[in-house]
């Protein structure tokens, strides 16, 4: 070549055709110019020694983009088109990878099935082997490599400035740029061949990347048509021309003939590389390497078989396989052991015989389960990863029916950390070991995904709450050791009951797979773990499971599926049913859908963010302060109704004698906190008694009241342990809404009876409502005010009688003188009042005491300010006025009762400001504070006046006004009516009296006759004169006298200066002792044995009758 060279350059003067080198290798060795390298070429070259010769002494170079990059001058375009057409290829090749690879997948990028079938395994070996002996460009590299570098540069430029390729470093480009695509092409090929899992898609995925290989000999033949330009044309031609002479083996160095065993090694060796790697991929499938999960979190649905959902939970891959496929074990405690991996009671496997994916669990705790057998749910399916199918395609084998049904709820994910590459490891929040999360403290789930939970929750009591369940908070349970560790359930913390203690049952709230349960400790059959605390959380952490366990549920919550907003860590806001009361074939405990409980739990902790206080409420050190109006542990209670701030309460005292006597006004007072959630009432008289809410008997009770200074220790439930009223059970924050009260009839008493009477509502004043105080008073901190003349609650009485009396047709109160009673007062003119009613008195000069007539709640009583142990001897009325105003109470003061009245029950015609108009009875001897009903006594009270309006004149009697004043009138009596209020009409206006002969010598024959009433009166009764007897005798009369208590018959000898009847001073005989009207109705009558004489006798023959038969017909 060098002499060529130079003879070029010597004959030509250094003009040369363009490409004369190469055309003089083809002469030189091929013997004919351009025409030359053919077949039947005879010529001789000067090299032919070196060489060899004829046409089986030359090769041609490869048909491919990559000769015109090696035989192109660098400066020309064939050559940079020859580089692009090779960053084509490779660009197409990386989108390949790219597209193979999955990233996302840090335990298997490349996609690798978790295992494949025999057939498809046999033909990836062939595959293999097929794609190394088929990969045209690896192998031309190999060749290329093999003979070397055909020779130094061979040619020089022309006086155009072009000049010939084929130089040393062109062709080290073109060697590598074909090696690299042709290994890039196999690597492709081999990675789509290990991740096929069907034979067809196998060789269509290696025919694609074999296509892709191909592109360079397809750009050359392009060219070579002419199809890109002109001198690509011409530079594929010559490409296509070119012959290179072989070196003989003679001829060939060391180097040259040791690097003859380069090929086979080279082509050996790859294969070797793409088996042996293909090896180790079907090594690891058969140890389940290439599955997308290692854990399995499951949770089944409990629609059809209510044991599944129990089965929930991690499932762990076993070492174990079946059918090819990997084996994975339930992991929750109390159904699995370790022996290098999870022996348990439940698997999901595959079962060859059904073609499906299965779930099966023993028939007893411990034993292995059988996939085909014992199987519970299955899918179909050939995969050899079970996390390939989807939850729809599970089926559940009914417990009752034994039809395979589609699940109703069924989910599954993989619990893998190294998985969760979207949140980080374990949320970043644990350490991934053995691809489980180990959660920092204070984060929980499987990856860590949930905070702390709510440490306390209690029943939400705007509902009701769990019947026949003492607890109403519940707190998390944890184990006895120096961290104080969460006992978890199915990963979830369990809650115990506030009410329990170390020495009997407790009530347990934890998770179940699915739902939350409440059950108690005691219904854990012969399990003496579950005594104690301790005991409890010790089985529950490490031995319990929700199918094996024999215990029997209470109550369970609504499902908390997985991935769902009710997903979380504890059970609030969900709603709750009751358990089925009868066992299924394979379950002990089931839900009851048919029977939902209006119960729903909260956390009783707020926070500003995630649990805040609702109504206004305000988040203080994790407790709500409520707005007034607003309860509950978050303030959830009160936009449904409107708190009374004040309640009017009447008891009833027939089962309880004290008990009518604290009726009255019940206020919330500000500085009261809350008892049990709810508002406490105080009364507002003295304060001695309560109404509030006691949440171990799930009732509002009324009993002795107890302060804020009181609330700590066990004092903080005396009006549970001291009731007296209770309601029925009931979660209301309205005390309005109780009902179905039970009154205790002594303390010892064990059970409440009902009440005959008991009555409560709303007190409130609203000063801009139709409630006002009746439009009588003022609306003052939410109290009325009344306008004088005003009485009740709400200004809904008028204005009592000032003054009342003993109506005279009947007796006074026994054992006591007085016949008219006042309103006390203070000095100061302030009336007194007890019960928002006015206090009567009347002075007893003889006992140095008052008698006073007070309202105590339900009824008045009749007492002696002698008999209160707080008034002392001889006290003035403003004393009297000071201890009933402010110390005075119906039930609690010492004192004696003479007299009680009927009830006067609220919102009946006998609600009156005043004691008139009403029975009375003597009270118990052995309870002075209850009414004996068999002793009534005739006593009654009037008013002493009328006013026409509350207190009128009866039988057609007219109040006359003392002057300009008509509230306090007289009544002007009609003839044959008598009494302050005309209320009684005599029944006779004539008698016909007859004395017999031997009465006081015959002296009171003589005064017999016909008597008639007389226009005057006496002691509010009539006077019957004899009529038509002027004798000397005198004026003889039938009057009452009071002192004597009887009516009198006396003979007026002299007339009497103020014009009085003498009628207690003169008498000559008299009645037995009445207050009657009516003297024909008196029975006995007594006669002085003579007029001076003290001494009595029965007045035998005597007789008095009636003569105005008519009047008498009519008044009857």
């Not at 055309?23 to 005879?42: I, M, N, W």
């Not at 206004?616 to 409107?642: E, H, K, R, W």
């Not at 006998?910 to 029975?919: C, E, G, K, N, Y």
């Not at 008698?991 to 008639?1012: D, H, I, K, N």
């Amino acid at each position: 070549i060098r002499k060529l060279q130079r003879a070029s350059h010597e004959g030509g003067g250094g003009k040369v055709e363009k490409r004369a080198s190469l055309r003089a290798v083809l002469t030189l060795f091929g013997g004919g110019g351009g025409d030359g390298l053919d077949a039947g070429a005879q010529s001789q070259s000067p090299g032919a020694n070196y060489w060899g010769t004829g046409a089986s002494e030359y090769q041609r170079l490869s048909d491919d983009i990559y000769s015109i990059m090696f035989c192109a001058s660098h400066r020309s375009h064939a050559f940079f088109v020859s580089i692009g057409v090779f960053a084509f290829q490779i660009l197409i090749l990386i989108l390949v990878l790219v597209d193979i690879r999955d990233p996302s997948n840090g335990a298997n990028p490349l996609n690798i099935p978790a295992g494949v079938s025999g057939a498809v395994r046999a033909a990836q070996f062939l595959a293999v082997l097929v794609a190394v002996g088929t990969q045209d460009d690896v192998i031309t590299s190999i060749n290329s490599i093999h003979e070397g570098y055909p020779g130094r540069r061979m040619s020089v430029a022309t006086e155009s400035g072009y000049g010939a390729g084929g130089l040393y470093w062109q062709w080290i480009l073109a060697v590598s740029c074909r090696g690299a695509e042709g290994a890039l092409c196999l690597v492709a090929t081999f990675i789509l061949i290990i991740q096929s899992s069907g034979v067809i898609d196998l060789f269509l995925d290696f025919l694609a990347v074999t296509f892709v290989s191909t592109l360079d000999n397809i750009a050359f033949n392009l060219a070579l048509e002419g199809y890109f330009s002109r001198q690509m044309k011409m530079e594929a031609e010559e490409v296509d021309r070119v012959r290179i002479p072989k070196i003989r083996s003679a001829n060939r160095s060391a180097f040259a003939r040791h690097r003859i065993h380069c090929r086979p090694t080279m082509f050996l060796f790859i294969s070797c590389v793409l088996v042996a790697a293909w090896s180790v991929v079907v090594s690891n499938q058969n140890r389940g390497h290439y599955v997308s999960c290692d854990n399995i979190l499951c949770q089944f649905g409990d629609s059809f078989a209510p044991e599944l959902a129990f089965f929930s939970g991690v499932y762990v891959m076993s070492e174990a396989q079946i059918a090819g496929r990997a084996v994975y074990m339930e992991s929750n405690p109390g159904a699995s052991k370790w022996n290098g991996s999870y022996q348990g009671s439940a698997m999901l496997a595959y079962c060859e015989d059904e073609g499906a994916w299965t779930f099966s669990y023993s028939r007893e705790k411990g034993t292995d389960p059988d996939p085909c057998l014992s199987w519970h749910a299955k899918a179909e399916s050939q995969s050899y990863d079970l996390m390939e199918l989807s939850p729809s395609d599970w089926y559940v084998l009914g417990s009752e029916s034994k039809d395979e049904v589609p699940f109703v709820h069924f989910s599954y994910e993989c619990a893998d950390c190294e998985c969760d590459a979207e949140r980080g490891l374990c949320s970043k929040a644990g350490a991934c070991t053995n691809n489980r999360c180990v959660c920092d403290k204070g984060r929980y789930g499987t990856r860590c995904e949930y905070e702390k939970p709510c440490t306390t929750i209690e029943v939400d009591t705007s509902a009701e709450g769990f019947r026949g369940v003492q607890s109403k908070k519940y707190s998390v349970l944890n184990r006895e050791d120096e961290d104080e560790t969460k006992v978890l359930v199915y990963g979830r913390p369990v809650f115990i009951g506030a009410s329990s203690n170390g020495g009997g049952p407790v009530d347990l709230i934890f998770f179940t797979g699915r739902r939350w349960l409440l059950t108690k400790s005691s219904s854990f059959k012969n399990n003496n773990r579950m005594q104690t605390v301790e005991g409890v959380a010790d089985f529950l952490s490490n031995d319990f499971h929700g199918h094996w366990s024999d215990f029997n549920a209470s109550y369970f919550s609504a499902p908390m599926d997985m991935n769902t907003p009710s997903d979380s860590m504890s059970p609030i806001r969900l709603q709750w049913y009751r358990a089925k009361t009868f066992h299924t074939r394979t379950s002990k405990n089931a839900v009851d859908d048919s029977r939902p409980v209006p119960t729903m739990l909260l956390c009783s902790r707020c926070d500003p963010d995630t649990n805040p206080c609702s109504n206004g409420g305000q988040c203080i050190n994790g407790t709500c302060v409520c707005s007034y109006g607003s309860f509950g542990a978050l303030c959830q209670v009160g936009s449904d109704f409107v708190l009374p701030r004040s309640l009017a309460i009447q008891f009833g005292d027939e089962v309880r004698s004290s008990l009518g006597a604290f009726s009255g006004v019940y206020d919330i007072t500000d500085d009261t906190q809350l008892i049990d959630g709810r508002a406490v009432y105080y009364e507002r008289r003295l304060g001695k008694s309560m109404i509030a809410y006691c949440e171990s008997a799930q009732a509002w009770v009324f009993g002795p009241a107890w302060y804020p200074e009181q609330r700590e220790g066990a004092t903080k439930t005396l009006h549970c342990d001291n009731w007296i009223v209770m309601s029925t059970k009931t979660e209301s924050y309205d005390i309005t809404e109780a009902s179905g009260w039970v009154v205790l009839r002594r303390d010892n008493a064990n059970q409440g009876v009902p009440p005959m009477h008991i009555s409560m509502s709303c007190n409130d004043c609203d000063a801009k409502g139709d409630r006002a105080c009746n439009g009588s008073g003022r609306c003052i901190s939410n109290q009325c005010v009344c306008e004088p003349g005003r009485y009740g609650l709400n200004c809904e009485l008028h204005e009592p009688c000032q003054q009342v009396e003993v109506d005279a047709s009947k007796p006074i109160f026994p054992g006591f003188l007085s016949r008219s009673y006042s309103i006390l007062s203070f000095d100061n003119g302030t009336e007194v009042k007890v019960h928002e009613r006015p206090v009567y008195v009347a002075r007893d000069a003889k006992k140095m005491s008052f008698d006073i007539i007070a309202f105590i709640g339900r009824r008045w009583v009749v007492t002696s300010s002698a008999s209160h142990a707080l008034v002392g001897n001889d006290p003035t009325s403003n004393e009297v006025a000071t201890y009933m105003s402010r110390s005075f109470h119906g039930s609690l003061s010492n004192y004696t009762i003479d007299f009680i009245s009927e009830p006067a029950d609220v919102n009946t015609l006998i609600d009156t400001p005043s004691p008139v108009d009403l029975v009375w009875f003597r009270p118990k001897s052995f309870d002075n504070r209850q009414v004996d009903l068999n002793q009534p006594i005739q006593t009654g009270l009037i008013c002493s006046y009328c006013n026409g309006v509350d207190y009128v004149c009866f039988n057609g009697g007219k109040c006359v006004c003392e002057g300009n004043d008509c509230s306090r009138g007289h009544c002007s009596c009609p003839y044959a009516t008598f009494g302050t209020l005309c209320q009684v009409h005599s029944l006779c206006d004539k008698l016909f009296v007859q004395f017999g002969p031997e009465l006081l010598g015959g002296m009171l024959a003589s005064v017999g006759g016909t008597y008639r009433m007389s226009s005057s009166t006496h002691n509010e009764r009539p006077v019957y004169v004899l009529q038509g007897v002027t004798n000397a005798t005198g004026r003889a009369f039938l009057a009452y006298c009071r002192d004597e208590k009887s009516w009198t018959f006396s003979v007026e000898y002299e007339e009497s200066d103020t014009g009085d009847w003498m009628a207690c001073s003169q008498w000559i005989a008299k009645s037995s002792p009445s207050y009657t009207f009516d003297v024909t109705s008196l029975g006995s009558w007594v006669v002085r044995q003579n007029i001076t004489s003290d001494a009595l006798a029965p007045l035998s023959s005597f007789s008095l009758s009636c003569m105005d038969e008519n009047l008498r017909n009519l008044l009857v």
